[in-house]
């Protein structure tokens, strides 16, 4: 849906802008709108042109290639500065066994053209190609290039990533020598194994050894050569939105690949007497323009390497082969590709021992614990046992008490026990509650006495309930009935647990029942009696809620009747 | 030997003679030359060097005849395999030339230098030319042998040097040297067009400089005469032939190696036709003097020093070979 056309016209470039941004954001319903009036957001390249050239511009360049093929003079010649030094005076012959190994030179100049600044980078192999035994002559430039993959990744996985350093490689370029007829072997492993590590540019070097016939001959079979053994090398890529003037460009320059170079940095005056001064090499028989389009494919190679793929070429290390390469270790997750496999095996090895070390370390202590967790809990188990047996055997004792009380009350006067109800309650702090047995006299409820608190007996004048328990264990602490755990009774129910007492100023303020059965949870004392419920087991009112406060009560809940007044508690 | 010979005819007193009439014994000459001719004459180039270097061209531009193919990198021998090490291929022709029959046979190494290990490459080229060298002396030696033995000796080597315009390859030094011991070794600058006038001159300084301090003796030797003066130093003319003959050599010792450019296609230059090549900013004439050093090289193979060549290889290489095969057969049969 887009917004109704008005005011003026819209330029392309924000038309354009739309565009991308929709293609960015796909997953983003996005909508295209025409602006009503400039805004001004086209200055947006010239905001990015001014700051990367304050930035300045960084660029490297590795050539490989054998002796005497023109390396360093195609670079000077690229960049119409003298940034590799060529090996004009020949060195004394020595013993040419001296070096045994590919070296890795890199010079780096800082050039300028235009307020544009470019730090560039020639890093060269001399050497390469050059032994009689050249089978590990690729290996040293392979490592080196991966060296700085992984030195850019580590700096990318630290902590402080302010000055990072970015030494990797933007293209290779690699020299062909003009034999005429194909690929050497060397540069078939050569080309394989860098192609897939580093954006390959392929060169015919000197190639003012070959007439166009042979050029063209030789082209087509590098070309076969390289599609037949996999050869990665770098084509500059076309883009959608390319001008048509671009595309073009791009498709010839695409079509000389392999470029076939030449380099000079010497001058002379073409035509003679004209005072115009060109590039080239000349010979008896004539005058080869470096610059001259029909003479040799430098233009096209300086055209694709500096004017237009620059920053694509870095563009592709960065983003595609740098990336590659970075999954691939993240996905290994093991130190630097350099480590040998067999002691990677070595110290899969170690770790895994070690991890089930540290493994039956942990069951024993494990174990360990265990045991001690168990031994605790039985000696609490003792304990409890022995308490248990105590409890008994007191609840036994006040059994044998109650009995004989009940043989003295059955022949003592029964009127006086039931004055003693209906009259005025005694003042008497109710320290606890202690379970009593079924007996009682009459039948009724709270015809027991005694309290139970902690062996101690403590008499009460009155019942302060009734419950059906079998033996109480009263908790006590510092002389306050802090709370009554019932246990079992025969069949009824399992057992009471008095969750808490409040106790304040050594006196029982509060009860709080958590009950079994679940009917309440608690009941508050100090003056306000909560109780959400009264646990009934078989009509038998299993507990009684006993408020006191400061020895003062207010009412029992029994099995829904309220019954008040008649339990003092004080 | 030839110095002993010169003391033996010393001691003995010589008496040059003035005739007093013709005799005609100059005519031997004469007959020396028809025996030659029916009997043909016969020359064997060997060939070395990597490939593209313009080998087969050369050849094929020396004796202005297609004799070799040029095969290109990537090779494969008859049953179409790659060659994976040096190979040697000879072939043989019969060209014709005034009446003057020359059997060519030339010997290509194609896999030379081409492998990435190229380790040990020269063993093949040193054996064939060992081989060459002991089937003519076992032919030699044995009791009942034809008249005349079939010479399959290689008379001479052209080593060819990949114009990098910088100094020669360890490989080239090491093969060098090996070959130059049992052969005569030309050095030959393929493909030179690639080098300017200056860095021309400066290669060969260099190349020269390189091969005197490794040692390798390359044809024409400078200290080896073979056309030495048996006869006992017969007048002032002969001296002066000598010193015309050692003044050449040096003159062709500067040269070398010879900085070469082969082709066998024809360009017009001048409304002539000659061998050349055509490029888009000039046209080599193979055949120039000033272009490159082919004529030079044409002239000292082919039109001076050939039998120079076949010479030297008997007398010298092919004597020094019996020489140490004898003692050892003789130290072997001793123990």
Redesign the interface.
Known sequence: MSSAVSGEPNSNSTNDANHTIALIQSNVPVQKKKLNGTVGFHFLPNQVHRKSIKKGFQFSIMIVG????GKSTLINTLFNAPIAPT?ES??E?TN??SSKAVEINSFTSDIEENGVKLKLTVIDTPGFG??????E?HKPILRSIEERYEHYLEQESRVARKNMVDSRIHACIYFI??????????DV?FMKELGAKVNLIPVIA?S??L??AETKAFKERILEDIKANHIQIYYPAVHDNDDPETVQEIKEIASRIPFAVIGSNQTYEHPPGSGKHIRG?????????VDNE??CDFIKLRQMLIRSHMEELKEQTLEVLYENHRSQKLVEGFGSPTKNPAKFEEEKRAHETKMAKMESEMKLMFQQKILAEEKKLKQAEEGMYARHREMKNQLEQQRLDLEERKKRLLGGNSASSFNNRGGTPTQKKVVGVAAAGANSDDGKIGAYKKLYVVDVEVDVDVVVGVFAAGIGVVVVTAGVVVGVVVPTVGGVYTHVVVDGVFAAGGVVVGVVVVTVGGVYTHVLVDGVFAADGVVVANEVVILVVVATVSGTYIHVVVDGVTTAGGVVVD | MATEQKKTTASEKKLRVALTGYVGFDSITGQIEKKLLKRGFAFNLMVVGRSGLGKSTLVNTLFASHLVDSKGLLKTNENGVPIQTTEIQSVSHIIEENGVRLKLTITDTPGYGDQVNNDKCWEPIIKYIKDQYSGFLRKELTPTRDRRIADTRVHAVLFFISPSGHALTPLDINVMRRISEIANVIPVIGKSDSLTIEERTAFKKRIKEEIEYHGIKTFPYADVFVDEDLSGGLGSVLDEEERADRQLVNAIRDVIPFAVVGSEKSVVVDGKAVRGRRTRWGVINVENEDHCEFIALRNFLTRTHLQDLIDVTSMIHYEGFRTKQLLALKEASGN
């Open positions: 054998e002796s005497g093929l090996r020949p060195k012959a040419t066994d050059d032994f009689i035994n050249n089978a002559a020598a003009p034999t005429g007829h194909s690929l050497k072997q060397l492993v000197k003012d050894l007439t166009d090499r000349k010979y008896p028989w004539g005058l080869i323009q029909a003479h």
